[in-house]
């Protein structure tokens, strides 16, 4: 069964605090897709990649293939960043298909 | 652009109801997705369409038809809503389809209720 862990579930934190949301999967991937859902529910492309790392704005992915382990990175968070954050892998052998975690629930406290 | 859109935003529905759930993209996107999201899990593929005139089966088909009306719109039916069908659903369409670099972009989302 392809599987993705993201790690924490949960996680609360101070305005201005560096944050790390991990996830991490069970074998060969193609592409990971970090995406983020708004407590409206809409969600948004974040960083597709497939290897190394990704940088926008305050926001940095970064992937190790050999681990097989992405993580995403918000430097100087702010409230606007409370959100979920989901990853996704498309694996070698599943062609077309996405496989999705359960995503990270973060909240950042003024 | 309006991007992905998705009609209805909510809807309610008794055991055994049909209802078709519309999806449309004007980003000349060649794939479309349907997805569901329910409490504690993630996203499951329902059904995809990797290009006009073709679709194909994700991870929970069972329930669920598709049309692929044209490059568009992407429907998805319910012939015989089951409690078991509520959850909130995610229309998604990507350029390309099969490369693996290729993002998806998502509508805002079905909220489907079935009593």
């Known amino acids: 069964k392809n599987e993705v862990e993201q790690s924490p579930q949960n996680l609360t934190a101070q305005e201005g605090e560096f944050i790390t949301i991990n996830c991490s999967y069970s074998v060969g991937i193609s592409a990971l897709h970090w995406l983020q859902q708004h407590p409206g529910g809409g969600i948004v492309s974040l960083f597709m990649?497939?290897?190394g790392k990704k940088k926008h704005g305050r926001l940095i992915a970064t992937i190790n293939i050999q681990e097989k382990h992405s993580s995403l990175h918000i430097t100087a968070s702010h409230p606007r960043d409370s959100a979920v954050y989901i990853c996704a892998v498309r694996y070698r052998n599943t062609g077309n298909q996405f496989y999705f975690g359960t995503g990270t629930s973060l909240t950042v406290i003024p | 652009n309006a991007g992905v859109t998705q009609t209805p935003k909510f809807q309610v529905l008794k055991t055994g109801q049909s209802m078709t759930l519309q999806c449309a993209q004007d980003?000349?996107?060649?794939?479309m997705y349907w997805y569901r999201q329910d409490p504690g899990m993630g996203l499951r593929l329902i059904y995809y369409s990797a290009s006009e005139g073709t679709t194909d089966k994700g991870e929970v088909p069972n329930g669920y038809n598709v049309s692929r009306l044209n490059k568009r719109e992407f429907s998805l039916r319910l012939e015989s809503a089951a409690p078991s069908q509520t959850s909130v659903y995610f229309c998604?369409?990507?350029?390309?389809?099969?490369?693996?670099?290729?993002?998806?972009?998502f509508g805002p989302g079905t909220r489907l209720t079935v009593l």
């Open positions: 980003m000349n996107h060649n794939s």
């Open positions: 990649l497939s290897s």
């Open positions: 998604a369409s990507s350029a390309l389809g099969g490369v693996p670099l290729d993002t998806q972009y």
